[in-house]
């Protein structure tokens, strides 16, 4: 991967996740009565926060246009996309329970504001 050609981008999913959880727990604040159909009785709303963020980026390519994403596009691969976003935001570790020193949980993530 080019970091050069999808800093850019790279920067952008770590500022909207924590901006989109920002916004989240202000909801969560204003709305704590609510409860919130689906999946949440088996997962935390913020586990469900961070899984449907991955599950944006889900997606199989063949060989050949992978090897020219990489090179041509100016994001990432969808699951590189995914695990350098939420490694860098400061909730998912707690969400998860990843230990620090972890590869989900740097001891020195990389915090964009």
């Known amino acids: 991967m080019n ?9 952008a999913d770590n500022g909207g996740v924590w901006e989109s959880m920002y916004g989240f727990d202000i909801w969560r604040t204003r709305e704590a009565d609510k409860y919130i159909p689906g999946l949440s009785d ?3 709303q913020e586990q469900l926060f961070y899984l449907s963020f991955g599950q944006i980026w889900c ?3 063949k060989p050949e246009y992978a090897k020219w ?3 041509n596009d100016p994001h990432s691969p969808g699951r590189f996309r995914t695990d350098g976003t939420v490694q860098n935001a400061a909730g998912f570790a707690a969400a998860f329970g990843c230990k620090t020193g972890t590869p989900m949980a740097p001891e020195e993530p990389c915090r964009v504001w």
């Open 3 to 11: 970091g050069d050609l999808t800093a850019g981008e790279n920067t």
């Open 42 to 44: 088996e997962f935390t």
């Open 59 to 61: 997606a199989k390519y």
């Open 69 to 71: 994403m990489v090179d």
